[in-house]
């Protein structure tokens, strides 16, 4: 049985004829900067995510750089993140000039441990960037409760987390920005790179439009420098087709997430644990084996595909190392690199398939395992 990490066939073939007629409809108006079709899902993004201003990127990475830009963090600045994540979140720091401060995370959730973050605020501290892992938001109250303390804007990285919650709160609308990602691979996820920022505050709003248009308003008179982050509206097109699906298809991932979970239980293979104040969209699904490679390499003979984020934590990258202040040992975020394994999670995966997976999955564990 062939099951790959990610089937974006299997869903196109559902909503073809839509994302055809939304496209062509773009293409037709020839409005091809901007226009109806991003404002339209800029407001509903804003909408599902209890936020009161949305404006499109053109990357969930260009969405983390505007909102870094917007609230004018730059040279000298340390930011403060977690270092298991992907590499947009530290990189968008490091471009703007400031310096990634690395904080490591819980090894339940994979997500930055909040008991840790006070200890790494300095003077020099200007913003808090926690990432909602694997579609699982971070606790979010203690992370604004220090951050609040110490006036620390928090931007939520939450491309792998539209439409979670935390403790009823949606992804994004918790700090003073949030960043989606709509790459691919991402619950909803374009037919090429697009992102968005949500925000509550009228101020960060205006900042985040300028930041997107080189820093215009109006037309060539430039008030700051920005650059080129629109979001590109045929990407909207296709992303407004995918929206309404976006709850059928996060709730799939749930239910395939419960099947493997039952299909582990009792076994070495360590499930991904979901704090009980949220509810996951499950964009990754990622146990924890030892002797991981042989495992993956078992599961890549029997045709099931997987992937393994992240094999390096940000503070071991070549471009950081030695070269940024990582607090405390961040061992758990090492141990997680050595140790994860996402499967296949995809929505139109069948309980068979997962089956098969899980019993791959649990009968190379076995092998694997020291006689
Ligand atoms: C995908 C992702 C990004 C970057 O989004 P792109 O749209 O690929 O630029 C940033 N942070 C995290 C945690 C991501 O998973």
């Known amino acids: 049985m062939k099951?790959?990490?990610?089937?974006?066939?299997?869903?196109?073939?559902?909503?073809?004829?839509?994302?055809?007629?939304?496209?062509?409809?773009?293409?037709?108006?020839?409005?091809?900067?901007?226009?109806?079709?991003?404002?339209?899902?800029?407001?509903?993004?804003?909408?599902?995510?209890?936020?009161?201003?949305?404006?499109g990127m053109s990357s969930g990475t260009d969405?983390?750089?505007?909102?870094?830009?917007?609230?004018?963090?730059?040279?000298?600045?340390?930011?403060?993140?977690?270092?298991?994540?992907?590499?947009?979140?530290?990189?968008?720091v490091a471009r703007v000039g400031a310096t990634p401060v690395f904080v490591d995370i819980d090894p339940g959730t994979f997500n930055i441990n909040p008991a840790l973050i006070e200890a790494a605020i300095t003077p020099q501290t200007k913003a808090i960037i926690p990432v909602h892992l694997f579609g699982q938001m971070c606790d979010m109250d203690p992370i604004m409760e220090i951050a609040n303390r110490h006036n620390i804007?928090?931007?939520?990285?939450?491309?792998?987390?539209?439409?979670?919650?935390?403790?009823?709160?949606?992804?994004?609308?918790?700090?003073?920005?949030?960043?989606?990602?709509?790459?691919?691979?991402?619950?909803?996820?374009?037919?090429?790179?697009?992102?968005?920022?949500?925000?509550?505050?009228?101020?960060?709003?205006?900042?985040?439009?300028?930041?997107?248009?080189?820093?215009?308003?109006p037309k060539y008179y430039h008030k700051v420098v920005g650059g080129n982050f629109r979001l590109d509206p045929l990407q909207a097109a296709v992303l407004l087709v995918k929206l309404p699906h976006l709850d059928e298809w996060s709730a799939a991932r749930r239910r395939n997430?419960?099947?493997?979970?039952?299909?582990?239980?009792?076994?070495?293979?360590?499930?991904?644990?979901?704090?009980?104040?949220?509810?996951?969209?499950?964009?990754?699904?990622?146990?924890?084996?030892?002797?991981?490679?042989?495992?993956?390499?078992?599961?890549?003979?029997?045709?099931?595909?997987?992937?393994?984020?992240?094999?390096?934590?940000m503070h071991l990258q070549e471009c950081f190392a030695g070269k940024h202040r990582a607090v405390g040992s961040l061992a758990q975020s090492e141990k997680a690199a050595n140790e994860v394994l996402a499967l296949p999670i995809y929505p139109e995966l069948t309980a068979e398939q997962i089956a098969f997976a899980a019993q791959t999955v649990k009968d190379a564990v076995r092998q694997a395992q020291p006689v």
């Open 153 to 217: 804007p928090v931007i939520e990285d939450a491309a792998q987390a539209i439409s979670a919650t935390y403790k009823g709160r949606r992804a994004g609308s918790i700090g003073a920005i949030g960043c989606f990602s709509f790459f691919p691979s991402k619950n909803l996820g374009g037919a090429g790179d697009g992102g968005m920022c949500v925000t509550n505050d009228a101020v960060l709003h205006e900042q985040l439009l300028l930041m997107r248009s080189h820093g215009s308003k």
């Open 63 to 92: 969405a983390l750089l505007a909102a870094l830009m917007a609230l004018n963090i730059g040279t000298g600045d340390e930011v403060i993140t977690t270092p298991f994540t992907f590499f947009a979140t530290a990189g968008c």
């Open 257 to 313: 997430a419960a099947l493997y979970d039952e299909a582990f239980a009792g076994s070495p293979v360590v499930t991904p644990h979901i704090s009980p104040d949220c509810v996951s969209i499950f964009n990754q699904y990622s146990i924890r084996v030892q002797n991981r490679d042989a495992v993956r390499k078992a599961l890549t003979d029997a045709n099931v595909g997987t992937e393994i984020y992240y094999p390096v934590p």
């Open 3 to 55: 099951i790959p990490l990610l089937d974006l066939k299997a869903q196109y073939a559902t909503i073809r004829d839509e994302v055809m007629q939304a496209v062509s409809e773009v293409l037709e108006s020839q409005v091809c900067i901007l226009g109806p079709k991003v404002e339209e899902l800029e407001k509903k993004v804003a909408a599902l995510s209890a936020c009161k201003y949305a404006v």
